[in-house]
C-alpha cells in the first residue's frame, strides 16, 4: 500500500518516486504548492475511500503525517 | 466524456507544445473564484482534437478590473472566445447567507442591481472586445434557511437566482456575441454534493471541485469545437440490435424487437433521440450488412419504427464491409470522415472501423440496448453556435440531392443534366440575416475554399461594413428545391483598379453544377462595371481543398508571381445552365 501511496504522490507532483521519503514535504519538493495539496487530499480520498477532517488537512506537513492520518483511519499501509 | 483525474491533465499538458497544429484559437478563461488546473485540462483536451490551445487565465477574481480597464492583459490577448465563470456567493455577496435579513422588495431590487452590474460590465467587454464572450449563469442554491416555507415565500432565496439567470438568458438571447453556459444544469447533473467540496472551498476558494474540472472543461470544449466548425454532421448506424432488437435476417418481421416490450421500447427511445437531432440538421445513414428488402419492409412498415426512409440521407444496406461502405457514404454526402460518427452494437465492426477509419468516431456502445440513448444525449460535437434556416432544413435538401442523381443517372451529358436542374443562383449582399450563415459557410468549408479564411459573425460585420471590401453570398435554387445560402465571396476593392479575392467558397453540397463560375462572372462583371484593371486572387493549399485546386486556371487566370490575375475587360462566359438573379 506504501507504494500505492508514493506513486500516487510522485504522480500528482510529478516526481519520481524514488525521492520521495517520509520527511517528503511542501519544502523539500518544490511542486508540492497550495494547489496541488488540495489535488493530493483530493485524490487521497478517492482512491483510498476515505475523508480527511479539516484538521488533518492542516495538519498535513509531509508524507509522514499523511501516512498517521491513513493508519488512523484504518488504511493499513504494508512495506 | 472525461474519465481521467485532474493531476493526469496537470501532468499531460507539460507535454504540449504550442504551435503544433494547424488549428488555433485564442481563449481566455475569466472567473470569480479559484479556476487553477482549468487551463491545464483545456490544453490537453485541445491537444487532443488538434487544436493549439493560446490561453489567458486572468487572476483570480479580478474579472471586473480586466474587463473595465483599457488595454488589460484580456484586450492585449485578444481572444476569441473569452470564458466568464461567476458563481451565486460572489454575486449575493452577504445576502447568500442572509436573504431574510432584507424584505422581498430589498431582494427583488437587490437582483435589479446586481443584474445590471453585470450587464453593464458585458456590454463594455462587447465594445473593447470582439471576442464572443459565454458566461455561465448562477446555480440556484438547494439549501434554504427558510426550508420548506421557501417555495411559500415571495421573491425568495431561490427565486431569486432564477430571476436572475432568467434576466440573463433574455438580455442576451438575440445577441450573437453572447452565450449563456447553463451552469446551473451542470450542477443538476452532477450533484450540488458532487460539484461543491466544503473543504476545497475553506482552503482555497475553490468554487468547482477539482474532480469536476475536466467534466466543465468538456462542456466549455463544445464551444471551442463548435466555434472552430468542427462540428460531426452525420451518424452511421448499423441495423440489426442497434435501431432494433434482434437480427432481421432471422428472426423476421415480427420477430424483430421495436416497441411492445421493455428491450423493444429502448430501441424505439433511441430512435426518438436520433430522429431530434435529425430534426436539427444532423444526416442520419445506414451502413448494415442485410438483404436490401427485409431492412427497407421494416424501416417502410413495421408500425413501431420512428425513423422511416426519408430520415436517412444515405442507405447502405449490402453485403460489403463496413469500412468501404463508409468511405462511399463519406463520398457520396460529400464529407471528410471526420464529420461521422458510427453507431454499431458488433465490438468487431467497430475495431475495425475504428483501425481502419481512425477519423470516424466509432462510440462504444454497451451490451445493453437500455443505455443506447443515454449515451447519444451525452454525445458531444454535434453543437453549433448558431442554428440556421439552412441546418433544420438540410435533410430535405440532401433528399432532394438524391432525386438530383437519379435524375443525373439518367442523363447522359452533364450540360443537358444541368440544364434540366433549372439553376438560378441569387446573389445576396451580408446583413443581419445572411452574417450568420456566412460566418458558420467559412468556417466549416474546407473543400471548394480558396483561401480557408476563417471569419467569426463579427469579423463578417466588419467586413461589411468596411468600405474596403464586398461581402456577398448566394442562395442556390433548382427544381428539386431550394439548397439555401451555399456560397460566399469576399471581394478587397482597396485598390480601386485591382481587386483582390479575399473568400470565395462554395458548399460541397451544390459542387459540379457551374455555380461557381457563375458567381465569378458576375464578380468580373461588376469588376468590368467599375473599370477594374486586374482582379487578383490566391488559392492557399490545404490538405481538403485538392477540389478548388485548378478553379482559377480552367477560368482563365493566369499564373503571377506568387498570385493569379484575371483581365476584366476579356470576354467571361456566364454558364448557360444558370440564371443570375441580383437582390
Not at chain 2, 125 to 151: D, M
Not at chain 2, 229 to 236: A, D, F, Q, S
Request: hydrophobic share 35%; charged share 25%.
Amino acid at each position: 500500500m506504501s507504494k500505492k501511496l508514493y506513486v500516487l504522490i510522485g504522480r500528482i507532483m510529478d516526481v519520481p518516486v524514488t525521492e520521495l521519503n517520509d520527511n517528503s514535504s511542501p519544502e523539500t519538493i518544490p511542486s508540492w504548492d497550495s494547489f496541488n495539496s488540495y489535488l493530493l487530499l483530493d485524490e487521497l480520498e478517492s482512491e483510498f475511500q476515505t475523508e480527511f477532517s479539516i484538521d488533518e488537512v492542516v495538519e498535513t506537513k509531509n508524507i509522514a503525517d499523511i501516512k498517521k492520518h491513513l493508519k488512523n483511519h484504518g488504511i493499513v499501509l504494508d512495506d | 466524456m472525461s474519465n481521467e483525474k485532474l493531476s493526469y491533465f496537470m501532468n499531460k499538458s507539460k507535454s504540449v507544445k504550442d504551435a503544433t497544429f494547424d488549428k488555433t484559437i485564442k481563449i481566455a478563461l475569466l472567473s470569480s473564484f479559484t479556476i487553477n488546473g482549468f487551463y491545464e485540462t483545456l490544453r490537453v483536451k485541445m491537444s487532443e482534437h488538434q487544436i493549439d490551445g493560446n490561453i489567458h487565465v486572468g487572476a483570480y477574481n479580478q474579472y471586473n478590473q480586466e474587463i473595465l480597464k483599457n488595454n488589460s492583459e484580456l484586450y492585449n490577448f485578444k481572444p476569441n472566445l473569452t470564458f466568464l465563470m461567476i458563481d451565486t456567493r460572489t454575486i449575493l455577496g452577504e445576502i447568500f447567507y442572509s436573504p431574510y435579513s432584507i424584505s422581498a422588495e430589498e431582494r427583488k431590487k437587490n437582483i435589479e442591481k446586481k443584474f445590471l452590474e453585470l450587464k453593464n460590465l458585458i456590454n463594455i467587454f462587447l465594445n473593447k472586445s470582439n471576442s464572443k464572450l459565454i458566461i455561465t449563469n448562477l446555480h440556484v442554491p438547494t439549501y434554504s434557511p427558510y426550508g420548506l416555507y421557501e417555495t411559500k415565500t415571495e421573491y425568495g432565496f431561490h427565486f431569486m437566482v432564477s430571476d436572475f439567470n432568467k434576466k440573463l438568458e433574455t438580455e442576451f438571447l438575440k445577441n450573437d456575441s453572447v452565450y449563456i453556459f447553463n451552469f446551473n444544469q451542470f450542477v443538476s447533473k452532477y450533484g450540488n454534493d458532487n460539484i461543491f467540496n466544503i473543504k476545497q472551498f475553506l482552503f482555497g476558494d475553490i468554487k468547482i471541485s477539482l474532480d469536476y474540472i475536466p467534466f466543465l472543461a468538456d462542456e466549455f470544449l463544445n464551444y471551442i469545437l463548435a466555434s472552430l466548425g468542427l462540428t460531426k454532421r452525420c451518424i452511421v448506424l448499423d441495423l440489426d440490435n442497434t435501431l432494433w432488437g434482434g437480427v432481421i435476417g432471422e428472426d423476421g418481421f415480427d420477430g424483430i424487437q421495436l416497441g411492445s416490450n421493455p428491450q423493444g421500447n429502448a430501441y424505439v427511445e433511441f430512435q426518438k433521440y436520433l430522429l431530434a437531432l435529425n430534426q436539427r440538421g444532423v444526416l442520419l445513414a445506414i451502413n448494415s450488412k442485410n438483404n436490401l428488402e427485409d431492412a427497407l419492409k421494416v424501416i417502410d412498415d413495421h408500425p413501431n419504427m420512428i425513423l422511416r426512409r426519408d430520415n436517412f440521407s444515405c442507405l447502405k444496406i449490402n453485403w460489403n464491409d463496413k469500412v468501404s461502405n463508409m468511405k462511399e457514404i463519406s463520398q457520396e454526402l460529400n464529407f471528410g470522415l471526420d464529420n461521422f460518427v458510427f453507431f454499431d452494437d458488433d465490438p468487431v465492426n467497430r475495431e475495425f472501423m475504428k483501425s481502419s477509419l481512425p477519423q470516424v468516431h466509432t462510440v462504444n456502445l454497451p451490451k445493453d440496448p437500455s443505455q443506447y440513448s443515454i449515451i447519444l444525449q451525452n454525445l458531444k460535437g454535434f453543437d453549433t453556435l448558431t442554428i440556421t434556416k439552412e441546418d433544420s432544413e438540410r435533410n430535405q435538401m440532401y433528399l432532394e440531392q438524391q432525386n438530383r442523381k437519379e435524375l443525373q443517372s439518367n442523363v447522359v451529358e452533364l450540360d443537358d443534366f444541368l440544364k434540366q436542374l433549372e439553376l438560378r443562383v441569387s446573389l445576396k449582399s451580408a446583413n443581419e440575416f445572411t452574417i450568420p450563415r456566412i460566418s458558420q459557410l467559412t468556417m466549416k468549408t474546407n473543400q471548394f475554399n480558396l483561401t480557408t479564411k476563417r471569419y467569426q459573425e463579427e469579423d463578417i460585420e466588419k467586413l461589411a461594413n468596411n468600405i474596403d471590401f464586398f461581402v456577398g453570398c448566394a442562395q442556390v435554387i433548382d427544381k428539386f428545391g431550394d439548397n439555401g445560402i451555399t456560397s460566399v465571396y469576399i471581394i478587397n476593392k482597396q485598390n480601386k483598379k485591382e481587386w483582390i479575392i479575399d473568400t470565395f467558397l462554395l458548399s460541397c453540397r451544390v459542387m459540379g453544377r457551374e455555380i461557381e463560375k457563375a458567381i465569378l462572372a458576375h464578380i468580373i462583371s461588376d469588376a468590368r462595371n467599375n473599370n477594374v484593371d486586374k482582379i487578383y486572387a490566391n488559392y492557399i493549399p490545404t490538405q481538403k481543398n485538392k477540389p478548388i485546386e485548378n478553379f482559377l486556371s480552367n477560368c482563365g487566370f493566369k499564373h503571377e508571381k506568387n498570385s493569379w490575375v484575371i483581365i476584366p475587360k476579356d470576354d467571361f462566359k456566364l454558364p448557360d445552365c444558370i440564371k443570375l438573379i441580383e437582390e
